[in-house]
T-cell receptor, first 114, second 116 residues
Framework: RKEVEQDPGPFNVPEGATVAFNCTYSNSASQSFFWYRQDCRKEPKLLMSVYSSGNEDGRFTAQLNRASQYISLLIRDSKLSDSATYLCVVNPPPGGTSYGKLTFGQGTILTVHP | DAGVIQSPRHEVTEMGQEVTLRCKPISGHNSLFWYRQTMMRGLELLIYFNNNVPIDDSGMPEDRFSAKMPNASFSTLKIQPSEPRDSAVYFC??????????????FGEGSRLTVL
């Protein structure tokens, strides 16, 4: 089983739609999680961290379900500029030799059309 | 402020040639990461350094790959000899401390390598 798995998509949605991505991780001891965004032919950039209580940043909401070992990203009122690849990222548990060795999922492609 | 600077941005070479990719991390950052991205395998961590010391190189594919960080402001990733399957985008990223606390890596624009 891969450490981090995402549905690659692509997701094609109209402007204004709500879209959600899920990501599963294999190491139940992992404690920190993140979403990155990567525009076409650009470098990845941190979008937001994922906290146990869930967190919201404008139109973006990230949630963590430890019992099922998945994290999600919800985008409301999609904009054309949201078109990108969204990468789920997991940090191994602290205290181990892999701490800080961020593992990226393969990404979910989102295309928002007019 | 200058971000992570990588060179070259693009390189096309022939199989068997040596390739050297260069990275200048953000000033003050003490952790540096080399990633490789392909369509098939996504982003893979090759090696990371903390305070110029290699911490984990388990992602380096084979002996043809080597990485150095002679000082806090410079790192190289070398492939010798190169093979067509090495074709990928190679990203360098840096952060302050280990990435675990904030999860924020600052990536360079990448070096797109094509091996013919």
């Amino acid at each position: 089983r891969k450490e981090v798995e995402q549905d690659p998509g692509p997701f094609n949605v109209p402007e204004g739609a709500t879209v959600a991505f899920n990501c599963t991780y294999s190491n139940s001891a992992s404690q920190s999680f993140f979403w990155y965004r990567q525009d076409c032919r650009k470098e990845p950039k941190l979008l937001m961290s994922v906290y146990s209580s869930g967190n919201e940043d404008g139109r973006f909401t990230a949630q963590l379900n430890r019992a099922s070992q998945y994290i999600s990203l919800l985008i409301r009122d999609s904009k054309l500029s949201d078109s990108a690849t969204y990468l789920c990222v997991v940090n191994p548990p602290p205290g181990g030799t892999s701490y800080g060795k961020l593992t990226f999922g393969q990404g979910t492609i989102l295309t928002v059309h007019p | 402020d200058a971000g992570v600077i990588q060179s070259p941005r693009h390189e096309v070479t022939e199989m068997g040639q040596e390739v050297t990719l260069r990275c200048k991390p953000i000033s003050g950052h003490n952790s540096l990461f080399w990633y490789r991205q392909t369509m098939m395998r996504g982003l893979e961590l090759l090696i990371y350094f903390n305070n110029n010391v290699p911490i984990d190189d388990s992602g380096m594919p084979e002996d043809r790959f080597s990485a150095k960080m002679p000082n806090a402001s410079f790192s190289t990733l070398k492939i010798q000899p190169s093979e067509p399957r090495d074709s990928a985008v190679y990203f360098c990223a840096s952060t302050l401390g280990l990435a675990g606390s904030t999860g924020e890596l600052f990536f360079g624009e990448g070096s797109r390598l094509t091996v013919l």
